[in-house]
């Protein structure tokens, strides 16, 4: 009888910010997912422009992989970098499968949506950092210094969410 080797997966960790974005923002971002895929994690983002972009090519560009839960029903409407690009047709709902997809979460900037992100992700027990000047003030969400502590920050929260 063959034995049957269990694998461990990869920890699931949302980014969330805005698709209109600065320059600080997306450079966060980006060095955030390059990090994040030097960790072995798997990166969810909204998949489309801003934060969402600069995650994906930073964890893409370090051998990553990254599923983008995209707002409408074109597969193609997904960033360059998206490795997984998941249609849902369901507009800014999506919000609450990119979170739910996750382990972790961090915030990179970002307004309304993500806002709600933020909202969802608590309201089912994930973790939530910020990094970068955070959407609100007074969310009361740990302050991550720099994309180096983020990722182990998220890898840290991921694991005791999974319950390892």
Do not use: Y
Request: charged share 15%; hydrophobic share 45%; with cysteine.
């Amino acid at each position: 009888m063959m034995s049957v080797r269990k694998v461990e997966p990869p920890f699931r960790i949302a980014v969330v910010g805005g698709a209109q974005a600065s320059k600080v923002e997306c450079d966060l971002a980006q060095d955030l997912g390059r990090q994040l895929a030097e960790l072995r994690a798997l990166v969810v983002c909204g998949g489309r422009g801003g934060v969402m972009k600069a995650v994906a090519q930073g964890a893409t560009e370090a051998g990553g992989l990254v599923i983008g839960i995209l707002p409408g029903s074109d597969p193609k409407s997904a960033n360059p970098w998206i490795g997984i690009p998941l249609a849902t047709g369901m507009g800014e709902a999506r919000n609450a499968l990119v979170v739910q997809g996750a382990e972790a979460v961090i915030s990179v900037g970002g307004e309304w949506g993500t806002l709600s992100e933020i909202a969802l992700a608590s309201k089912i027990g994930l973790s939530v950092g910020t990094l970068g000047t955070p959407p609100a003030k007074g969310l009361g969400l740990p302050v991550l210094e720099n994309p180096v502590e983020a990722a182990r920050w998220a890898l840290e929260q991921a694991q005791v969410f999974r319950g390892s």
